[in-house]
């Protein structure tokens, strides 16, 4: 099946720092990724999507120039958390459609993020 | 209101029992739908998907889907500790390919 890999798996970092977690597709184009947070103990929402070539677009609510996304090529979205503070801490997961009418999706395996 | 609704339980049924997992949603124009299971501190994983009213199976999991009631279910028989997981509904909003979950079901079987 497809595969979604994400790095780091978890990062620690100072308040104020910024974070960049890297999502891959390894077996499949990806022209659309989305991105997820998930607080303990909630489920997982959405907070954008990624679009290969254009600009992501964010769910109400997410800071655009807060959670910075690029997906420059067809494998790989970029997530950056600037300016990180403790209330940022989460788990982060991408996920992909494997093919472009595909309404499934495979999730990475998520990035731990603990901001101090 | 949610748009995709879920007993957060727990829920606790004995190994070798039918464990039964119920989700709502509010978008009557929503056309697929998810079963993901999710262990601490994973991701989730992909169970079943369900696009038509009815049963479907995969092994020890069925899913059921009423659109009219805006239900679907999910079954899983023969239940084994394994299966201790929170289990997420996802519906897939319009032609986005975007999913909304529900806040997920935790599941305990005990032996």
């Known amino acids: 099946g497809a595969v979604v890999s994400q790095h780091p798996s978890w990062v620690i970092c100072k308040s104020g720092t910024s974070v960049k977690i890297e999502c891959r597709s390894l077996?499949?184009?990806?022209?659309?990724m989305f991105w997820y947070r998930q607080f303990p103990k909630q489920s997982l929402m959405l907070m954008a999507t990624s679009n290969e070539g254009s600009k992501a677009t964010y769910e109400q609510g997410v800071e655009k120039d807060k959670f910075l996304i690029n997906h420059a090529s067809l494998t790989l979205s970029t997530l950056t958390v600037t300016s990180a503070h403790p209330e940022d801490s989460s788990f982060y997961i991408c996920?992909?459609?494997?093919?472009?009418?595909?309404?499934?999706?495979?999730f990475g395996p998520g990035t731990r993020l603990t901001v101090l | 209101q949610k748009e995709v609704e879920q007993n957060s339980g727990p829920l606790s049924v004995p190994e070798g029992a039918i464990a039964s997992l119920n989700c709502t949603y509010s978008d009557r124009v929503s056309q697929s739908f998810f079963w993901y299971r999710q262990y601490s501190g994973k991701s989730p994983e992909l169970i079943m998907s369900i696009y038509s009213n009815g049963d479907k199976e995969d092994g020890r999991f069925t899913a059921q889907l009423n659109k009219a009631s805006q239900y679907v279910s999910l079954l899983i028989r023969d239940s084994q500790p394994s299966d201790s997981a929170t289990y997420l509904c996802a519906v897939n909003v319009g032609n986005t390919g975007k999913l909304i979950f529900g806040q997920g079901t935790t599941l305990q079987v005990k032996p």
């Open positions: 996920s992909s459609p494997p093919t472009l009418r595909a309404d499934t999706q495979y």
């Open positions: 077996d499949f184009q990806a022209t659309t």
